[in-house]
């Protein structure tokens, strides 16, 4: 038996992963969980953080500079659990730690978008119109 997943939108998918529970062997494991975040958002998440990197700088190692959007990810993550996660680097210096957000529940990846959108607003930036949600 191959890996299953049902996302359950209606009673007749219940029913279908009701019974592929049934008839899977001994030893398999069935986990039900929040849907992950949508393509849709994570297309609007890379808009949103490509906007930001190009047009707010951040202190990094105490200067201000602008960062990647990859960046600009990992330091709205880390703000988003409102925690501060951070590593040794292996050859010293410290790497803060972010979420991965292709783990994310819709719901999460949703706050993530709406304090990426709030954080820029209050630095002035200029929208893109994917990043407002036209054309995603």
């Known amino acids: 038996m191959d890996k299953q997943v049902f996302n359950l939108v209606s009673p007749l998918v219940r029913r279908n992963a009701a019974h592929a529970i049934a008839q899977a062997p001994e030893g398999y494991r069935c986990e039900i969980r929040p849907k992950t975040r949508t393509l849709a958002q ?27 959007p990859e960046e600009v990810k990992d330091i709205l993550t880390a703000s988003l659990k409102r925690e501060t996660r951070m590593a040794m680097g292996i050859d010293g210096g410290m790497v803060l730690l972010g979420q991965r957000t292709s783990k994310m529940t819709v719901r999460q990846m949703t706050e993530l978008i709406e304090l990426a959108h709030a954080f820029g607003t209050q630095r002035g930036v200029e929208w893109s119109p994917t990043s407002l949600g036209s054309g995603v």
Not at 43 to 66: A, C, P, R, Y
Request: hydrophobic fraction near 50%; charged fraction near 20%.
């Open 42 to 68: 994570n297309d609007l998440m890379w808009s949103v953080l490509t906007d930001i990197s190009k047009q707010v700088e951040f202190v990094v190692n105490g200067e201000l500079v602008k960062v990647s």
